[in-house]
């Protein structure tokens, strides 16, 4: 096939622009496990942030590159189909077509800003078929024995590579190994197997490294995840986690991004679907750190379910909220998010803050706490695919941001984000049991933000939710902030009856001032619920707790918290702190 001379120069650009992007990519991500020998976990921290940024930046560069390549004519619509066809061939055979595919299409869209998705000049997921299923070994050890033991543990703790010693790798492989069979018998009934799938990359993320895995014994899988600390006598063995219920927390919406060294990001994706089905494939590279190609396979699912279905896109259930209108489509497990044109005097935030602060979520770990919200723009639905009462709503409220053009809803930008059940819906409607749990629950993740920098805000129990591993996350993130920004202070005494009936402060209050004792009035509970609550957290209503929590921070201490219940650790641990870890 011969091209335009300009096609090919483009295509070229564009592959070599990706091939240092890899590099950088790899460059970063293969750093994160001699940082984590050297416990720089601030250094981890830093990486996490910065690799967020190599693509939006090396798309812009290469946008650049182009036009000094290629000049007027990337504006010429009629030349990118051409380009894209170079691309394809150029790209062919790769282990990473699919990302290449997704930084394409990143300039596509530089170059013509558009609604939905233009086959002529974007890739579409029938450009490429790719069926994870059948890749997943190429990227794995295999150890065929027919039943664990410490010495097939130890093995796999030998093979991941670190360059550090364990304290006591026998202990370790011991307890491991036991904690394993016990978990093989109660998922195939036996103790026998017929291998273990150990992946090769070794995942890194905050103080913890990962050796993830699977128990196979024919079409039966087990997912293996063994999660490793280095504390000051070297590294040990945590926590052992074979329950698909663990692993899927470990790899929640709801966390930051693992650093794991990857030749073909398609192999270990198709892995870790095998062991965690119920995730989607997008959900998994963003877990990885592909955060470019995680945003194309969720719009990719998002239009194979419009398509798959007659549903309509209704109001998500909850109290409205003042600064997005939240809509959800009944069948498809998130939620669309439109900021509002208006917000009510009592938000003190503009547009571009509340954009801000969600960026700012991204940049920041979450520690299973809060909600990872995808940024879309140029968004096209038909219109017949929104309930009336929605469309109204969307129409009245946000007409900066929805349109409607020939039949469609046109949604210049929105988040997605997975749909949870909100807090206040699901105390009232669930067991006392459950009601109670996810009470004390909440306290956690009030103390789990806190303890990695950030303060909630709006404490109302409508801006948190319930997930379906029955854990309490975090959503609403306008009045989000940095808890070391915050001035906690008690309220002082009134001096006399004219001051204690006053409807207003008798004191002066500035904008960064927070007094715990207030936040009792806006948890809202009642009753058993709020006994609950005071029994275990309690101490959230003194500003001595807040202020020591800011001291840690500003000590540069990285608190502990354990993406793993506590029945999952194979020991006590000695270093954790008495209060503010906790699992997260």
């Known amino acids: 096939m011969i091209f335009p001379a300009a096609a090919v120069r483009g295509a070229d650009v564009i592959l070599h622009s990706f091939d240092e992007f890899q590099t950088r990519f790899r460059a970063i991500t293969r750093r994160a496990r001699e940082r984590f020998e050297n416990r720089d976990w601030d250094g981890i921290h830093r990486d996490t942030v910065k690799r967020l940024s190599l693509q939006p930046q090396a798309v812009a560069e290469t946008f650049e590159v182009l036009q000094e390549q290629i000049g007027e004519k990337i504006s010429d619509r009629d030349l990118w189909p051409s380009m894209k066809e170079a ?162 927390i470990a790899f929640s919406f709801a966390r930051w991004y693992f650093h794991a060294d990857i030749d073909s990001p398609r192999e270990v994706i198709g892995f870790l679907h095998s062991i965690l089905p119920r995730k989607r494939i997008g959900e998994l590279y963003l877990s990885l750190g592909y955060h470019k190609h995680g945003k194309t396979e969720f719009y990719r699912d998002l239009m194979k379910d419009i398509h798959a279905s007659e549903e309509r896109f209704v109001v998500a259930p909850g109290q409205p909220g003042l600064v997005m209108s939240v809509f959800t489509l009944p069948s498809f497990p998130f939620v669309f998010k439109v900021i509002k044109d208006f917000f009510p005097p009592s938000k003190r935030v503009t547009r571009e803050e509340v954009i801000q602060k969600y960026r700012q979520v991204m940049r920041h770990d979450r520690v299973g706490r809060l909600v990872d919200f995808q940024e879309f723009e140029h968004l096209k639905f038909r219109r017949e695919r929104f309930s009336e009462e929605l469309l109204q709503e969307l129409l009245s409220v946000a007409s900066r941001t929805v349109s409607l053009s020939d039949g469609d809803v046109v949604i210049r930008h929105l988040y997605i984000g997975r749909r949870v059940t909100p807090l206040d819906l699901y105390v009232n409607e669930a067991s006392e049991e459950e009601s109670r749990a996810a009470v004390v629950d909440w306290g956690r993740t009030l103390k789990d933000l806190a303890a990695a920098n950030v303060f909630a805000g709006d404490m109302l129990p409508k801006n948190f939710g319930v997930t379906r591993h029955d854990r309490v996350v975090f959503y609403d993130y306008d009045e989000l902030c940095s808890l070391s920004e915050c001035r906690f202070r008690k309220m002082p005494p009134p001096r006399d009856d004219f001051e204690a009936m006053a409807p207003e402060p008798w004191f002066s209050v500035a904008d960064e001032d927070v007094f715990p004792e207030e936040m009792r009035s806006f948890l809202g509970l009642r009753g058993e619920l709020e006994d609950v609550f005071l029994e275990h957290h309690s101490d959230l209503f003194e500003a001595g707790y807040w202020r020591r929590m800011q001291e840690r921070i500003d000590s540069g201490e990285v608190i502990d918290i354990y993406p793993y219940p506590v029945d999952r650790r194979l020991r006590a641990d000695p270093h954790a702190p008495a209060s503010g870890a906790s699992w997260g």
Request: proline share 4%; hydrophobic share 50%.
């Open 87 to 248: 691309f394809s061939l150029a790209i062919l055979g790769r282990n990473d077509f699919e990302v290449a595919q997704t930084f394409f299409n990143s300039l596509t869209r530089r170059a013509f800003p558009h609604v939905g998705v233009d086959p002529r000049i974007d890739f579409i997921s029938d450009d490429f078929p790719l069926p994870y299923r059948g890749w997943e070994m190429a990227s794995t050890r295999l150890y065929a024995v027919r039943q664990v033991d410490s010495g097939v543990l130890r093995r796999v703790l030998e093979d991941a590579g670190f360059r550090i010693a364990f304290s006591d790798l026998h202990g370790d492989a011991e307890l491991a190994a036991a904690r394993l069979n016990r978990d093989i018998v109660l998922a195939f009934g036996s103790e026998t197997i017929e291998a273990l799938d150990i992946l090769r990359p070794v995942f890194i993320r905050n103080k913890a490294a990962y050796i993830v895995g699977r128990a196979r014994r024919g079409e039966q899988v087990m997912p293996l995840v063994l999660a490793i600390l280095n504390r000051a006598g070297g590294l040990r063995v945590d926590a052992v986690l074979s329950r698909e219920a663990d692993v899927s």
